[in-house]
């Protein structure tokens, strides 16, 4: 199976330090951008054809995003892309807010004109997506956005944590609402407006409010709608 539609592009790829590292970011983008279903079986061999690689660095990468939470079963033969589990949202949206709102801040702090740039660029991809209705193409964006910005924290451990975090959560459900990626576009606005200016409480209050809107707008959804996280409860109610 095709992993993706479009070859990662090389500059963002740059930041990595082992091809496991490159690898495991790739399928972690693709998984949350929805690009790669939940419940995909990812074979090794055809990944590493897919990237050309050897299967050496793909197996591990596999094995750390299973320790992530991202994937179940990584063996020899493969991986299955994990399910969300709504039971557990709650808790995660808190984790993100109170660690997601320390990195970027964090990250403010050793930004450099050049890093500043660069955010500006990734959170203009975002907002080109949007304007193109490519809904996939604006939740990888969002991603290497979000991945940008707090890998500049220089805060490995937390990152991980957010990273471990984000394998639990419905970004691929959140980001098929109606009009919420148009709606993020100018909440990542206010956030990259608070980096750029450094204002730290301006920088934690927009980031803090961009994780608690989509969560908020899910659950109202899922009211409305059980069956976007769960297929079986539609069947039931009926």
């Known amino acids: 199976m095709k992993t993706r539609g479009r070859p990662r592009q090389s500059a963002f790829a740059a930041v990595f330090h082992t091809k496991e590292e490159y690898v495991a970011d790739f399928l972690r983008e693709g998984i949350l951008s929805g690009e790669i279903p939940r419940g995909t079986r990812l074979k090794q061999a055809e990944l ?79 907002d080109r997506a949007f304007e193109m209705g490519d809904r996939n193409a604006a939740r990888a964006a969002n991603y290497r956005f979000h991945r940008f910005l707090y890998g500049l924290a220089g805060q490995p451990l937390s990152l991980h944590f957010v990273q471990v975090l984000w394998a639990k959560y419905p970004f691929d459900i959140i980001n098929q609402l109606g009009g919420r990626v148009g709606r993020a576009t100018h909440e990542h606005a206010r956030i990259i407006d608070a980096v750029v200016s450094r204002n730290e409480e301006a920088a934690a209050a927009a980031t803090r409010s961009h994780i608690f809107a989509g969560w908020n707008e899910l659950k109202a959804a899922i009211e409305a709608d059980p069956a976007l996280v769960d297929p079986g409860a539609s069947q039931a109610a009926a």
Do not use: C, N, W
Request: charged share 25%; no cysteine; proline share 3%.
């Open 48 to 126: 590493a054809e897919e990237l050309g690689l050897s299967i050496t660095p793909v197996r591990e990468a596999l094995k750390l995003l299973a320790a992530e939470g991202y994937v179940h079963g990584a063996t020899h033969r493969g991986a299955i892309v994990a399910p969300f589990e709504a039971a557990s949202a709650a808790e995660v949206i808190e984790l993100r807010a109170l660690l997601e709102t320390r990195l970027t801040v964090s990250a403010m702090r050793r930004m450099t004109l050049g890093d500043m740039e660069q955010m500006q660029r990734l959170g203009q991809e975002f």
